[in-house]
């Protein structure tokens, strides 16, 4: 399933919802078919992202050749992944308080 993302600021941002629940779900949002951020959440969610994508740098350890049992590091992580939306996110904050950010998805994810 695809979640779109339409800020009143930006372009619009296409998700697979997997990835759309990872990120709300970072930032507290609860991954309905519709919803909403007001300019009040916004920058927090970024914040929230941010903080996320650091601590996922940090638990991920430089690889070592001797070392075969580690797990692969994913090829697309977290920083990529959320990066659109934290953009969208910043960018609409700045626009003022009739600034809006929805999304919306076939159903609740």
Same mark, same amino acid.
């Given at each position: 399933?695809?979640?779109?993302?339409?800020?009143?600021? =930006?372009?619009?941002?296409?998700?697979?919802?997997?990835?759309? !629940? =990872?990120?709300?779900?970072?930032?507290?949002?609860?991954?309905? *078919?519709?919803?909403? /951020?007001?300019?009040?959440?916004?920058?927090? *969610?970024?914040? @929230?992202? @941010?903080?996320?994508?650091?601590? *996922?740098?940090?638990?991920?350890?430089?690889?070592?050749?001797?070392?075969?049992? !580690?797990?692969?590091?994913? $090829?697309?992580?977290?920083?990529? !992944?959320?990066? $659109?939306?934290?953009?969208?996110?910043?960018? =609409? +904050? !700045? *626009?003022?308080?009739?600034?809006?950010?929805?999304?919306? +998805? +076939?159903?609740? /994810?």
């Amino acid at each position: 399933m695809i979640v779109r993302f339409e800020s009143s600021e =930006t372009g619009e941002l296409l998700m697979f919802a997997e990835t759309a !629940r =990872t990120l709300l779900e970072i930032v507290g949002k609860a991954c309905t *078919a519709r919803g909403v /951020f007001t300019p009040p959440e916004m920058l927090p *969610a970024a914040e @929230k992202l @941010k903080a996320a994508i650091a601590e *996922a740098r940090r638990n991920v350890e430089p690889e070592d050749d001797d070392d075969e049992n !580690r797990p692969p590091v994913p $090829p697309v992580g977290l920083s990529q !992944r959320a990066w $659109p939306l934290m953009d969208m996110l910043e960018r =609409t +904050a !700045r *626009a003022g308080d009739k600034a809006h950010i929805v999304w919306e +998805a +076939a159903a609740d /994810f």
